[in-house]
């Protein structure tokens, strides 16, 4: 079997942190072959070198494997060339085992290109939307960093002895940060019980009990340390959502869309167009491809006319962890995922049923960005759905198995 060639001025990249193996296959008027093997450094200068040399070669097409993070600043100067580049998933070029070297990995990169065998490339947003990604992804780490810190703030005052969280709801409240300040500087009760807030007023005579209690310096240097980190990454993540309202206002539109979901915020909004953008022809034509891309729907796995695990794919962490973020949100709201939700989680267990939610939400996003309009709960009643389904077989198997007198 002979396979025509799509490309005739192709190039394939072998990406790593020192060196780049790039190889290139032209064909001439001729149908005659030409291949060229260089590496090339990964400092600046050297990319130039290997734009010019690319640029030179008039290159239609060039390849690279979408590992790592290496491979960002270099699409982002050949982008700048208009060159086309295309980022593949390394799952779907790998070639057979045996002979792997950088230099075969760069040509193996060049002939897939020429003949048209990659199955798909990875999805690279534009320049602003790859901006606003970043410091989302940096939010999401730096909010992971702030639960983490409440946690081992929970955790020192249990180990202390002073379990302030019996009395006060949230250890990071004006009132709790209060009682653990003046703890850590050994202030008068009276000074500490003016400044405390709201409900924890009624609670003096259990708080007193505390304060009573002597931290010793080891415990007040952790305590203060602590509050301290908070206190900071509290002022970062102000800075970073004033930065990200202000690199988000071109697309506030398709914000606003997805903040009439049930369960979306402004950050959680702003968070999924930075992940996959507004133009969703880009993944498809049908809602369930761009679930696919996302991870969200069930996996593919039949053999034999048997289907095994339908277990969901590696795919991107940050849509798949917002999702399930935004659908545990969902599900406490009077919508329709709500009553999705209690049909699903009977048979499904609450982790798949969140799953599933994500799937219909992000099915929900797909037509509401294609379509350009605010979101308007249907009111399905799924609950009435489901048994208007299976009324007839419960019955029957309730009759059969005694729990209803069939002469009644």
């Given at each position: 079997?002979?396979?025509n060639a799509?490309?005739k001025?192709?190039a394939?990249?072998?990406?790593?942190?020192?060196?780049?193996?790039a190889?290139?296959?032209?064909e001439?008027?001729e149908g005659q072959?030409?291949?060229?093997?260089?590496?090339?450094?990964?400092?600046?200068r050297?990319?130039d070198?290997l734009?010019?040399?690319l640029?030179e070669?008039?290159?239609?097409i060039t390849?690279?494997?979408?590992?790592?993070v290496?491979w960002?600043?270099i699409?982002a100067?050949l982008?700048?060339?208009?060159l086309?580049?295309?980022v593949?998933?390394a799952?779907?070029?790998?070639?057979?085992?045996?002979?792997?070297t950088d230099?075969?990995?760069?040509q193996?990169?060049?002939?897939?290109a020429?003949?048209?065998?990659?199955?798909?490339?990875s999805?690279i947003?534009?320049?602003?939307?790859?901006?606003?990604?970043?410091?989302?992804?940096?939010?999401?780490?730096?909010?992971?960093?702030m639960?983490?810190?409440?946690?081992?703030l929970?955790?020192?005052?249990?180990a202390?002895g002073l379990?302030?969280?019996v009395?006060v709801?949230?250890?990071?409240?004006?009132?709790?940060?209060?009682?653990?300040?003046?703890?850590i500087l050994?202030?008068d009760?009276?000074?500490?019980?003016?400044?405390?807030?709201?409900?924890?007023?009624?609670k003096k005579a259990?708080?007193?009990?505390?304060?009573?209690?002597p931290?010793?310096p080891a415990?007040r240097f952790?305590?203060?340390?602590?509050l301290s980190?908070?206190?900071?990454m509290e002022l970062?993540?102000n800075?970073?959502d004033?930065m990200i309202?202000?690199l988000?206002?071109?697309?506030?539109?398709?914000c606003?869309?997805?903040?009439?979901?049930?369960?979306?915020?402004?950050?959680g909004?702003?968070?999924?167009?930075?992940?996959f953008?507004?133009?969703?022809?880009q993944?498809g034509?049908k809602s369930?491809?761009?679930?696919s891309?996302?991870g969200?729907?069930p996996?593919?796995?039949e053999?034999?006319?048997?289907?095994?695990?339908?277990?969901?794919?590696?795919?991107?962490t940050?849509v798949?962890s917002?999702?399930?973020?935004?659908s545990?949100a969902?599900?406490k709201?009077?919508?329709?995922?709500?009553?999705?939700?209690?049909?699903l989680?009977i048979?499904?267990g609450h982790k798949?049923?969140v799953v599933?939610i994500?799937h219909?939400?992000?099915?929900?996003?797909y037509n509401?960005?294609?379509q350009?309009k605010?979101?308007?709960d249907?009111?399905i009643?799924?609950?009435e759905?489901l048994?208007s389904r299976n009324?007839s077989r419960?019955?029957?198997?309730?009759?059969q198995?005694?729990f209803i007198?069939q002469?009644?």
């Amino acid at each position: 079997m002979t396979i025509n060639a799509i490309c005739k001025r192709v190039a394939g990249l072998d990406v790593h942190k020192k060196i780049i193996v790039a190889s290139v296959v032209l064909e001439d008027s001729e149908g005659q072959l030409f291949e060229e093997t260089r590496e090339f450094g990964t400092l600046p200068r050297d990319l130039d070198l290997l734009r010019d040399w690319l640029s030179e070669l008039q290159i239609e097409i060039t390849v690279m494997e979408s590992t790592g993070v290496y491979w960002k600043d270099i699409h982002a100067v050949l982008e700048k060339a208009n060159l086309s580049v295309l980022v593949a998933n390394a799952k779907h070029i790998k070639q057979v085992s045996g002979r792997k070297t950088d230099t075969t990995d760069s040509q193996w990169l060049a002939y897939l290109a020429r003949c048209g065998l990659l199955v798909g490339k990875s999805f690279i947003p534009e320049k602003p939307l790859r901006e606003l990604r970043l410091l989302t992804r940096y939010r999401i780490k730096l909010t992971r960093m702030m639960a983490s810190e409440k946690n081992r703030l929970h955790k020192t005052l249990d180990a202390s002895g002073l379990r302030l969280g019996v009395i006060v709801s949230d250890l990071s409240g004006i009132s709790a940060r209060a009682v653990i300040n003046g703890m850590i500087l050994q202030q008068d009760p009276e000074e500490i019980f003016s400044q405390l807030r709201g409900v924890v007023k009624k609670k003096k005579a259990l708080l007193l009990q505390l304060i009573e209690k002597p931290l010793s310096p080891a415990q007040r240097f952790l305590l203060q340390r602590i509050l301290s980190h908070m206190h900071s990454m509290e002022l970062e993540l102000n800075a970073l959502d004033t930065m990200i309202r202000e690199l988000a206002q071109p697309y506030m539109d398709y914000c606003h869309i997805l903040e009439t979901i049930p369960g979306i915020d402004f950050i959680g909004a702003v968070t999924l167009v930075a992940e996959f953008g507004v133009d969703m022809s880009q993944f498809g034509n049908k809602s369930t491809q761009f679930c696919s891309w996302a991870g969200m729907c069930p996996g593919n796995n039949e053999s034999a006319g048997k289907r095994k695990s339908g277990k969901t794919r590696k795919a991107n962490t940050y849509v798949r962890s917002m999702m399930c973020e935004i659908s545990n949100a969902a599900i406490k709201t009077k919508s329709q995922f709500k009553d999705k939700y209690q049909t699903l989680v009977i048979r499904k267990g609450h982790k798949k049923a969140v799953v599933a939610i994500g799937h219909k939400i992000l099915r929900v996003i797909y037509n509401l960005f294609t379509q350009k309009k605010h979101y308007e709960d249907p009111g399905i009643n799924y609950g009435e759905l489901l048994v208007s389904r299976n009324a007839s077989r419960w019955l029957k198997a309730l009759t059969q198995y005694g729990f209803i007198n069939q002469t009644s």
